[in-house]
């Protein structure tokens, strides 16, 4: 959705004290890290690499989407500390997020800039979304567009994909790819 409508995009991964796997965490982002995303690694409660996340908010707009549970609402009341957002555990039922942001509200950053703080997301439906608009969405497919055999290469099952050559060579991550086919199907 943010590629469609041009927007810079950020992945924030947080929580990541939990993990003793820092550099599986790293390989499994890694490819969003080659398509030409900033992924930036956090911890709020070990203080890692917040004043680098402070220093990219200043002076900008930024919303903060997610699943319910990953920290933004504490990651927002280490940005904004007056603010004392309510924060809630894991469920040990599901073993998901509870809802603690219920409505989005923009908060002004003390060192500058907004921030609009989004209910969690448990699911993002891109039911709208034309076969087009998905392709349009991957970023790192975008130079082999165009370069297919066929005018109308689904990049499915055509001879002389450029895309799909692209995969087979590394220059397209096979996850991304195949996440592009179950949007598409």
């Not at 924030?12 to 030409?36: H, R, T, W």
């Not at 930024?62 to 004392?84: M, R, Y």
């Not at 555990?89 to 703080?117: A, Q």
Request: aromatic share 8%; with cysteine; glycine share 6%.
């Amino acid at each position: 959705m943010a590629e469609n409508a041009n927007l810079p995009i950020n992945i924030v991964v947080n929580k990541i004290e939990l993990s003793q796997k820092m550099d599986q965490i790293k390989y499994d982002f890694s490819m969003y890290e080659s398509a030409g995303y900033s992924v930036h690694y956090l911890s709020v409660e070990a203080q890692t690499n917040i004043a680098e996340l402070k220093a990219l908010l200043n002076d900008k707009t930024h919303i903060f989407l997610g699943q319910s549970g990953v920290g933004k609402s504490s990651l927002i009341n280490e940005l904004i500390p007056d603010l004392n957002l309510r924060v809630n555990e894991i469920s040990t039922k599901s073993k998901l997020g509870k809802h603690t942001t219920t409505n989005t509200t923009l908060y002004h950053i003390p060192s500058g800039g907004d921030l609009i703080d989004s209910p969690g997301i448990r699911e993002f439906q891109l039911d709208d979304l034309t076969d087009k608009e998905i392709l349009s969405g991957f970023r790192e497919f975008k130079p082999f567009i165009g370069q297919c055999k066929f005018r109308n290469c689904a990049h499915i099952n055509e001879p002389n994909c450029a895309i799909k050559q692209a995969v087979e060579s590394g220059e397209i991550h096979t996850q991304r790819y195949q996440n592009y086919l179950n949007l598409i199907s």
